[in-house]
């Protein structure tokens, strides 16, 4: 007996020394921290400005003359779609590939300091231009409107910036598999590998936007192709969206079954849609241009297949989350078909903002669903709703979740520990931000299916009746931001109080582990090499034959439009 009981002690005492070896060492932590700390000052300041920016749309707020709208709305885009997301998904994944390979090789530390250098010099040419009144061209950037050219100097530093972060990933994970040969990737370091395998090869159609751009905004050539700038960005810009998502996904799936007292539900699952989003992501863009000319009606059809195929890992996804609640709830002694959803730790923040992340994916999933629907699509594309669409998805679904991230992640890293008083604000905060951004988003999809036209400041249009009559919608929403800067406020304050001032102490990184009777993962999904191949060909047949038809049947291009 006392042998069994050595052995347990020393079984348990060498995984405590693993444990110990896995977690993030202070200079990871560091790198990891600066990042996530850059994405919340720039999630406070976009905030600010979207407060600013719906009081201005609801008529309630006149700017003065030396901030018009459109600047406003679009460092707004830069700071919350560019910045804040990405650097909290480098944050983030660094961290994890530290927690789970062992710690970051010291070249691959290095690499991640100098790309943050890089996009920080990207993001002072970027927000110097749109400041000095230059560069009110909207996050999306399309020609023919022009900016100064130091705003496309300062993208090509970003993603200059990126490519260095998703080559360190890279040697991380490959010096891992050198050491450990037959093993599986850990899970959360696959999900690592997806999201910078996006980010390398979906921005490669940002990047030559970009360099397309850059003779013609220094005057050097005259006029340029539209169609071809708008399919470019959109390759990327879809990509960009699901990047979001896979990091929001990866949190669901490693973190919270170990929150909840539960189990991964499938290794397996996990991987194949990590798979999946990866080979079938870049294809979708399409579907941000149904409406667009030049492109013909088989392409369409073909990227809107693509796109709807984004779906079935989704629904993949919610199949494995409800699982994964439900025994959790069994095990915890709930009875009946729904018992289990009383048993879930609701008053835990670190469940309850990615649970509400995971509902409103529901209605904005079937929502960018529904707007492959050529029809739909002419009726809403230029309106509030697709507006109410994306803060639906990016502003509930994806923030909601980075924000549950925070509550263990930055302690883990600090040393420090979320306290119940902490918990309560962090309650009260996704509380106040989903109540605002309901009333918001819901009051965009409404507004929009009303007409009101999206990328514009506040207008009657002379007193026409049914420009008026949108008017009690946009003063729900500007409601909603009212709400959001509250929750802006709080969430800064919580993300510096876990940083720098709550108590210290050991905060565990919580990693899912799977069931004891779960299958063996197949050893098909570590061939990445097959998976980039397959994605490569997917992308080829989506866009070689569109693209080639842009350049060589060009129409005359434009010259630049300068609109504000």
């Known amino acids: 007996m006392a042998t069994i009981t050595e052995g347990v002690m020393q079984k348990a005492s060498v995984k405590d020394k693993v444990t110990k070896l896995l977690g993030v060492n202070s200079l990871d932590a560091r790198l990891s921290l600066v990042f996530i700390g850059i994405a919340f000052i720039a999630f406070l300041l976009g905030g600010i400005l979207g407060l600013l920016q719906g009081l201005n749309r609801a008529g309630l707020l006149e700017l003065p003359a030396w901030l018009n709208y459109y600047q406003v709305l679009t460092a707004h885009g830069v700071l919350l779609v560019l910045v804040f997301s990405t650097t909290f998904t480098i944050g983030y994944f660094y961290a994890a590939l530290s927690h789970t390979l062992g710690g970051l090789l010291p070249k691959v530390r290095k690499m991640g300091w100098i790309a943050l250098g890089l996009m920080v010099i990207g993001v002072v040419f970027v927000a110097t231009t749109i400041i000095r009144g230059n560069a009110s061209v909207m996050y999306t950037f399309y020609p023919p409107m022009q900016a100064s050219p130091w705003f496309y100097v300062g993208l090509v530093f970003l993603v200059i910036g990126i490519w260095v972060t998703a080559f360190g990933a890279f040697i991380n994970v490959a010096h ?182 995971m509902i409103s994916f529901i209605p904005a999933g079937a929502g960018g669903i529904a707007q492959t629907n050529f029809q739909l699509n002419q009726v809403v594309h230029n309106t509030m709703y697709i507006v109410g669409h994306f803060h639906l998805t990016l502003g509930v679904s994806v923030v909601m979740s980075f924000c549950g991230a925070v509550y263990w992640l930055v302690p883990h890293l600090t040393k420090r520990v979320l306290t119940p008083a902490m918990n309560k604000i962090g309650v009260a905060q996704t509380i106040i931000w989903t109540l605002g951004m309901t009333l918001m988003s819901g009051a965009m999809h409404w507004v929009g299916l009303q007409g ?90 989506a866009y070689v034959i569109p693209l080639v038809d842009m350049i060589f049947n060009a129409p005359p291009g434009s010259p630049p439009f300068r609109t504000w």
């Open 176 to 357: 891992w598999r050198k050491n450990h040969r037959g093993e599986h990737l850990p899970l959360l370091a696959y999900f690592a590998t997806g999201v910078f395998v996006l980010l390398f090869f979906g921005s490669f159609g940002v990047t030559a936007e970009v360099l397309y751009i850059l003779p013609w905004a220094f005057g050097w050539t005259d006029t340029i192709n539209v169609i071809l700038t708008r399919t470019l960005f959109w390759s990327f810009g879809h990509t960009l969206v699901n990047i979001w998502y896979l990091t929001a996904v990866s949190t669901w799936y490693i973190a919270i079954p170990k929150l909840i007292g539960g189990k991964l539900f499938s290794d397996s699952l996990a991987r194949l849609v990590v798979i999946l989003l990866v080979i079938l992501n870049i294809t979708g863009g399409f579907h941000h241009q149904i409406i667009d000319p030049g492109i013909t009606p088989q392409i369409k059809f073909m990227h809107v297949f693509m796109s709807l195929a984004i779906g079935f890992p989704s629904m993949m996804t919610a199949f494995a989350m409800f699982a994964v609640f439900e025994r959790a709830g069994r095990k915890k002694g709930a009875k009946g078909l729904l018992g289990w959803f009383k048993v879930l730790p609701w008053g835990d923040v670190r469940f309850l903002a990615p649970m509400i992340a």
């Open 452 to 541: 009101s036209p999206r990328r514009t400041s506040y207008t009657t249009y002379g007193d026409n009746a049914t420009a008026l009559g949108w008017d009690p919608y946009l003063f729900l929403l500007a409601i909603g931001g009212t709400l959001l800067i509250i929750g802006c406020i709080l969430m800064f304050y919580i993300v510096f109080n876990l940083m720098f001032l709550a108590p210290k102490g050991e905060t565990e990184f919580p990693i899912a582990e799977p069931e004891e009777d779960a299958l063996l993962t197949p050893k098909w999904t570590e061939r990445w090499t097959m998976i980039i191949v397959l994605m490569l060909a997917v992308v080829a047949m």
